[in-house]
């Protein structure tokens, strides 16, 4: 294990952090620079924190803290797997603040493999039931990977149907490992994480927390090529899903349903909206995942440091001169330089006319 996965994995015990805090403090940091060597004596570090959060984490600098921390994980059968690892899903890459670290139990390959997300209402009506238990099934015997939320509803359904079909199917918890919720789902947690895979971003001691639900559906839209929703009300919590989708130039597949359900009034809404996103046959989705081949594109990958990672996420797609990366990330004009370079030599940037930026 890596400093810089050691760093991350240590940021990640303090749940009063951020993640925009995480990845400041880590921004701060030179390559292989361990975080808890130059905790007290580090300035910037010191100015991004309040005098609770400092005292806190000062307490924690000990090695053993984190050793003893990275032993239970893995004595809970719990694989961390960070943004540096090269077991990190690609696709999570891509998107607006990736997961620094995914906390994993189960079968970490379903990570590499091609993913719909499948998503709805958590009061289905027999015809989502219906609908839903139709294209999952369809899905898993195409060797398409489900990944879900394990909410009430549509979501346990998915996972349920998927199971019952042999087929593959990873949920994404919106809390810690040890804080299974909905507390009705504890036995088929259990059986994910012995024969798929359990998820989240979050430590095993975090508790689910409104908040924390829409930010986990940023992952299920991250890991699919494609986000299903079989039935959804006018404010269902899956439009955050579908959003993320939309956000992350995902397919978005939307079955009908009747006009006079209030369980079908958000996907007809979406549908009336989005051009092209109606299904009314799994085939819709397998047919086009034919054409484009059903095997998850392996990009070549890339290595990044934090620092490098963090300049490659700020660039995007947008334009950005020298002068504004450096004041985002506070490197020096020299550290900025370099990693710059490197990442043009890979690739993964284009350097444009008066000294800005893009990403490839």
């Known amino acids: 294990m890596t400093i810089e996965d050691k760093n ?3 940021l990640d015990l303090f749940d009063f952090l951020t993640y925009s805090k995480k990845v400041k403090l880590l921004s701060l940091l030179l390559k292989d620079e361990d975080i808890r060597k130059v905790f007290l004596t580090k300035l910037e570090i010191r100015q991004e924190l309040s005098d609770q959060e400092f005292n806190k984490m000062a307490l924690c600098l000990d090695d053993m803290f984190l050793s003893l921390r990275l032993e239970k994980y893995t004595q809970d059968s719990i694989i961390p797997i960070t943004i540096n690892d090269i077991r990190y899903p690609y696709p999570l890459k891509e998107i607006s603040s990736p997961p620094l670290c995914l906390y994993c139990k189960g079968n970490i390959q379903l990570l590499k493999t091609l993913c719909v997300g499948v998503v709805g209402t958590r009061k289905p009506t027999d015809y989502g039931i219906q609908v839903t238990k139709q294209y999952v099934k369809a899905l898993v015997d195409a060797d398409i990977t489900v990944v879900s939320g394990m909410a009430v509803g549509v979501d346990t359904l998915a996972h ?3 199971i019952d079909n042999n087929g593959k199917t990873i949920a994404v918890l919106a809390g810690g490992f040890n804080h299974i919720y909905p507390a009705s789902n504890y036995h088929l947690a259990k059986t994910l994480a012995e024969n798929n895979l359990l998820i989240t971003e979050q430590n095993p001691d975090t508790k689910p927390q409104a908040y924390l639900f829409p930010v986990r559906n940023r992952i299920i839209a991250g890991l ?6 079989t039935e959804m009300g006018e404010k269902s919590g899956s439009l955050y899903t579908v959003n993320y989708a939309i956000e992350f130039n995902r397919d978005v597949f939307v079955v009908p349903g009747r006009i006079n ?6 996907s007809n809404a979406l549908i009336k909206s989005l051009q092209g996103c109606i299904t009314t046959s799994p085939d819709d989705i397998l047919d086009l995942y034919n054409r484009l081949g059903t095997k998850v594109e392996e990009k070549p990958m890339i290595q990044l440091d934090m620092n490098s990672q963090i ?3 700020y660039i995007s797609n947008e334009k950005k001169t020298f002068q504004e990366i450096i004041d985002y990330s506070g490197l020096s004009a020299r550290e900025l330089n370099g990693i710059l370079i490197s990442l043009e030599m890979d690739g993964l940037v284009i350097k444009l006319a008066n ?4 990403r490839a």
């Open 355 to 358: 000294n800005s930026y893009i």
């Open 224 to 229: 699919s090529r494609g986000v299903l929703t």
């Open 160 to 162: 349920k149907t998927a």
């Open 8 to 10: 991350i994995l240590w």
């Open 261 to 266: 359900s209030e369980m079908s009034k958000g």
């Open 311 to 313: 300049v490659l996420d």
